[in-house]
């Protein structure tokens, strides 16, 4: 009996020990290596063209100016804060990107403002 308890608790402390004999962290001495920003197109396409795309429960289109008119009055500041704060009735904080810096939010704000740019060039060109 003792003999199982001790092969018990042998096993229980070598699990217990097994995630920190995973490699450690590569580092350069002097160098701080920080991950780069997603872009704003990815952070758009993984998050917003649900809603965006369609104009689904009332959200303004994709490169659809005249949807944007109203949003676009208040400026690209009030536009990145209604993303992180989220907009009733269906956007949701950080535009459901929970895990998006504050960069990857204004990188898909200012995504989102070129294909308007984009949009009055065409029709200006036509």
């Keep these: 009996m003792r003999v199982r308890f001790t092969n018990f608790l042998i096993v229980v402390i070598i699990l217990l020990l097994l995630p920190s004999c995973g490699r450690a962290p590569t580092t350069t001495e002097g160098v701080t290596v920080v991950d780069e920003a997603r872009s704003g197109e990815a ?33 690209r500041e009030a536009l990145i804060e209604n993303v992180r704060a989220g907009m009733p009735p269906g956007m949701p904080k950080m535009g459901s990107c929970t895990n998006c810096s504050d960069e990857e939010l204004e990188n898909a704000v200012d995504h989102m403002l070129a294909a308007l740019e984009e949009e009055e060039t065409e029709e200006q060109t036509e």
């Design 43 to 75: 952070i758009y396409k993984k998050y917003c063209t649900n809603c965006h795309q369609g104009g689904l429960v009332g959200s303004p289109v994709f490169g659809k100016k005249k949807d944007w008119e109203d949003r676009l009055l208040k400026g």
